[in-house]
């Protein structure tokens, strides 16, 4: 097999081109926040319109993904906020970290504007990349357009795609992500990044790790050691214990009780009514629904803290679904 390879991939959405370059060395020990917070002051003006030509859209995986160790196959996405006009990186578990390693892509930088209207779909492979029109799926909901890029691309693919709010340019999109049961509710949701995937023209880009890698280990020996025993003390650490019983929700009181919960725009920092907030009322409303509700769900294949919750199936006292 060759040997594992991982370079910049640079698109430029008027051209509608695909570049693969040599990491500078200065990216080269950087992943994830650190690399595209890093990108974004190398390369795009400070002054630049978040929704115009100058702004660029990164994906950054971090320097560990691609090795299911808990909580790290995630993905780091970012660009200069239209919502705060500041330096923007929002996370997200899904696939889309963990296919981008595969494929040896150390950051896909997305830049310039597209030439016409309209939405394409960006398919990424090894073989390259593909530009197809969107007009089937614009204007859907990112849960009406997963399946149809599923059945057309097949459902090993992972998917980032963005909603009506994206298409519209509102500050507060987000981008979502595929995750591993193949459900686009993995959102890069902070700082508008949606309505940046937006201006660039995309309403979805494919990554199909189909013929990819494992990203190389340099000591494979030392790793294993370092990932068992991070593995067991994660496992065996209170906070997972918590996290995966009562979710990120767990925060609520724990919060409250250091007084800093951001009520009232951050005037105080504790909320009467915490309980119907907490980690214990969510996972006792979720266990009441039937399946595919779920308290203790991992966002990305490998996770052992399973923090995530899936709120669906039907209430015992409605008959709604969601
Ligand atoms: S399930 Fe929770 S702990 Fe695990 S990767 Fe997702 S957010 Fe992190």
Request: glycine share 12%; charged share 20%; with cysteine.
């Amino acid at each position: 097999m060759a040997e594992y390879k991982s370079q910049i991939w640079r698109i430029n959405v008027c051209e509608q081109t695909l570049k693969h370059e040599p990491i500078p060395e200065i990216w080269r020990r950087l992943g994830g926040r650190g690399l595209l917070a890093r990108i974004l002051v190398d390369e795009v003006d400070a002054m630049c319109d978040p929704l115009g030509a100058g702004n660029k859209l990164i994906f950054a995986p971090g320097l560990l993904v691609g090795h299911m160790l808990s909580s790290t196959d995630r993905i780091s996405i970012g660009g200069k906020s239209p919502l705060t006009g500041g330096v923007k990186e929002a996370n997200a578990g899904g696939r889309t970290g963990y296919h981008m390693a595969f494929m040896g892509i150390h950051a896909l930088i997305i830049e310039d504007m597209a030439k016409e209207d309209g939405y394409w779909v960006l398919h990424l492979s090894l073989n390259g990349a593909k530009w197809e029109k969107a007009d089937y799926i614009t204007g859907l909901g990112v849960y009406d357009t997963a399946p149809k890029l599923l059945e057309k691309y097949g459902d090993k693919v992972a998917i980032a795609l963005i909603g009506p709010g994206g298409e519209m340019r509102m500050k507060s999109a987000g981008i979502q992500n595929i995750d591993k049961d193949r459900i686009p509710s993995r959102i890069a949701a902070r700082g508008g990044l949606g309505a940046v995937m937006g201006s660039k023209g995309l309403k979805a880009i494919v990554f199909d790790q189909a013929g990819g890698q494992k990203p190389a280990i340099a000591n494979p020996e030392a790793f294993k050691v370092a990932q068992k025993d991070y593995t067991t003390s994660v496992m065996n650490h209170p906070q997972s214990v918590t996290y995966r019983d009562y979710g990120t929700a767990a925060m609520a009181q724990m919060t409250q009780r250091f007084a800093a919960l951001t009520v009232r725009n951050f005037s105080r920092g504790t909320f009467d009514n915490v309980e119907n907030i907490s980690g214990e009322t969510l996972r006792e409303f979720t266990l009441t629904r039937g399946k595919p509700s779920d308290p203790a769900h991992a966002c990305m294949a490998g996770c052992t803290i399973k923090c995530s919750n899936v709120f669906g199936g039907r209430t015992a006292r409605s008959s709604s679904r969601r």
